[in-house]
């Protein structure tokens, strides 16, 4: 379940990449209740490490939330020196002026700085081992801001599914509408992670416990694969009558994309046992959250 009601005090938030699929949940959930900024990202170009301090400077905030960056694992492969200054070189020029005026910074990070190898829910203390260079972006990014802000939080999220911008369980579902072959990757597994509970969690840890630093698993509970992914998002949307019969989903392999330019981890599955801890209760099972994404689906038959 999301995190119980509670007081929120009125804060002044700077969100980066609120055009994205998490920025813009973050950024919908909290302009009711606080003073939002977002700037868009010729405003704020994170490719630009040497211009991104000044233009923070200029901007009054108590909490910098950080959802942007180069996030294609194929992207970065091929240009991993661009992907090191928008993931590591300007989220720490952020997080130095986070500390320097003694504002809390929340840096987005991801199931890929795992390496993939095992098969047991992965903590916050696990080995970060990346096998590809998004995984080694995000990971020096991780570390560059935990070194420049004694009061930033580093939160992983996976599979980030929800609001606006098409996702997984969209794609999918339009497959199916449309008449087409499903198909989705049977041996890689992580946790689907709906964005409005990501915003949920984080405004109840930076109002609740402001003093939470290091680094927290922001996930929903369980597991799955791609395949098993898209086979409960049908199995849901034809419960709820999008869908006039139910069809089969085939199974691919990560040897089936040869042309994936990066190496992608396997299992990246991370344990949301700390994330628990704060919220007074599990977060609810992704297959939960998805029921609510396809029930407010705008697909039809």
């Known amino acids: 379940m999301p995190a119980k009601q509670f007081m929120v005090k009125r804060m002044k938030i700077f969100i980066t990449g609120a055009t994205g699929r998490l920025g813009g949940a973050l950024k919908r959930h909290y302009v009711t209740r606080h003073a939002v900024v977002a700037p868009t990202r010729a405003e704020l170009d994170l490719s630009k490490p040497d211009e991104v301090a000044e233009i923070v400077r200029g901007i009054d905030f108590d909490l910098l939330i950080n959802c942007a ?6 992207e970065c492969e091929r240009d991993p020196l661009g992907a090191l200054r928008v993931n590591a070189e300007s989220p720490a020029a952020i997080a130095a002026e986070c500390q320097r005026r003694g504002a809390r910074m929340i840096h987005i990070s991801t ?21 590809n260079a998004y995984g080694r972006s995000k990971l020096a990014g991780e570390q560059a801001v935990l070194a420049a802000s004694s009061k930033a939080l580093v939160a992983r999220v996976s599979w980030l599914f929800g609001a606006v911008v098409p996702s997984f369980p969209d794609q999918a579902l339009a497959q199916a509408i449309a008449g087409k072959e499903v198909s ?14 990501v915003a949920t969690w984080l405004e109840h840890v930076f109002t609740q416990y402001p003093e939470t630093t290091g680094i927290l698993h922001v996930c929903n509970s369980g597991e799955a694969t791609w395949h098993s992914y898209a086979e409960a998002t049908l199995a849901i949307a034809y ?16 040897e089936d994309f040869p042309n994936f330019f990066a190496k992608r981890p396997r299992y990246t599955t991370m344990s949301n046992a700390r994330l628990a801890g704060l919220l007074g ?15 407010c689906s705008r697909l039809s038959v």
């Not at 199931?111 to 696990?126: C, P, Q, R, T």
């Not at 139910?246 to 691919?252: D, E, F, Y």
Request: aromatic residues 6%; proline residues 10%; hydrophobic residues 40%.
């Open 281 to 295: 209760e599990p977060p609810r099972l992704w297959q939960e959250a998805l029921r609510d994404c396809v029930r």
């Open 111 to 131: 199931d890929y700085v795992f390496g993939g190898e095992g098969d047991s829910a992965l903590s916050e203390d696990s080995p970060a081992q990346p096998i």
């Open 239 to 254: 419960e709820f009558g999008l869908l006039k019969a139910l069809p089969t989903v085939q199974m691919q392999r990560l």
């Open 184 to 197: 989705a990757i049977a041996d890689k597994w992580s946790v689907p992670t709906i964005v409005d509970d």
């Open 69 to 74: 960056g180069m996030i294609s694992p194929d």
